[in-house]
C-alpha cells in the first residue's frame, strides 16, 4: 500500500469513536436503502406483476428452482396450487 499525500494525511486522522460512527452510519445508511429497495420492489410487484389463477389439479415442471428466479416461478406457481417438479 502506498502512503497517502500529504495534503490528505490531515483528513484520515479520526479517534477509533469516530470511526466506530461513521462505520455504524455507513451500515444504517446500507440497510434503509436494502429496505427501501424491497418495499418498492414488493409495491410493484403487488401491484403490476401478479396474475391470479387457479391452477389446482395442474403439474408445473420448473427448471432452475434451487435459487433465484426458479425458485420464485415455483413458489408462486405452488401459491396458486400448481403442482410444483
Known amino acids: 500500500l502506498s502512503p497517502l499525500p500529504a495534503k490528505f494525511a490531515g ?9 466506530g460512527s461513521a462505520i ?4 444504517l445508511f446500507a440497510c434503509l436503502m436494502i429496505k427501501l429497495r424491497v418495499e418498492i420492489q414488493g409495491y ?15 403439474v408445473a415442471i420448473v427448471t432452475g428452482a434451487n435459487s433465484g428466479l426458479g425458485f420464485e416461478t415455483a413458489l408462486e406457481l405452488a401459491k396458486q396450487g400448481a403442482d410444483v417438479i
Do not use: F, T
Open 11 to 19: 483528513m484520515l486522522q479520526l479517534s477509533n469513536l469516530q470511526l
Open 24 to 27: 455504524a452510519g455507513i451500515g
Open 44 to 58: 410493484l410487484w403487488d401491484r403490476y406483476c401478479q396474475v391470479r389463477k387457479d391452477l389446482h389439479g395442474k
